[in-house]
Nanobody, 124 residues
Framework: QVQLVESGGGLVQAGGSLRLSCAAS????????VGWFRQAPGKEREFVTAISRSGTITKYADSVKGRFTISRDNVKNTVFLQMNSLKPEDTAVYYCAAVYSAYVPTTPYEYNYWGQGTQVTVSS
């Protein structure tokens, strides 16, 4: 089992940057694929990005490609989401999620551990 805690959200102007962190408990963190999802008010939770257990495979939603970068440090049990060139439409609660898998899923239903979320607000 793994517990996830997100941090790093906040208010930023359009064009700015934020770095989110997802800190995980558990000694087998390196066996989990980790994803970031986001949910805006009135909308469904959507995939943002995910990273494989070793960090060699990453996937991104088209809407964030070239602007967001996911990375992980398995020694520190932490996954990072660097968000650059932020847009107002990136405003949402961002969640990190984990699944004990060698695959890199992109739907929220395939992840079974979730953090509490962190709010990201981008002003125009």
């Amino acid at each position: 089992q793994v517990q996830l805690v997100e941090s790093g959200g906040g208010l930023v102007q359009a064009g700015g940057s934020l770095r989110l962190s997802c800190a995980a408990s558990g000694r087998t963190f390196s066996s989990y694929t980790v994803g970031w999802f986001r949910q805006a008010p009135g909308k469904e939770r959507e995939f943002v990005t995910a990273i494989s257990r070793s960090g060699t495979i990453t996937k991104y939603a088209d809407s964030v490609k070239g602007r967001f970068t996911i990375s992980r440090d398995n020694v520190k049990n932490t996954v990072f989401l660097q968000m650059n060139s932020l847009k107002p439409e990136d405003t949402a609660v961002y969640y990190c999620a984990a699944v004990y898998s060698a695959y890199v899923p992109t739907t929220p239903y395939e992840y079974n551990y979730w953090g509490q979320g962190t709010q990201v607000t981008v002003s125009s």
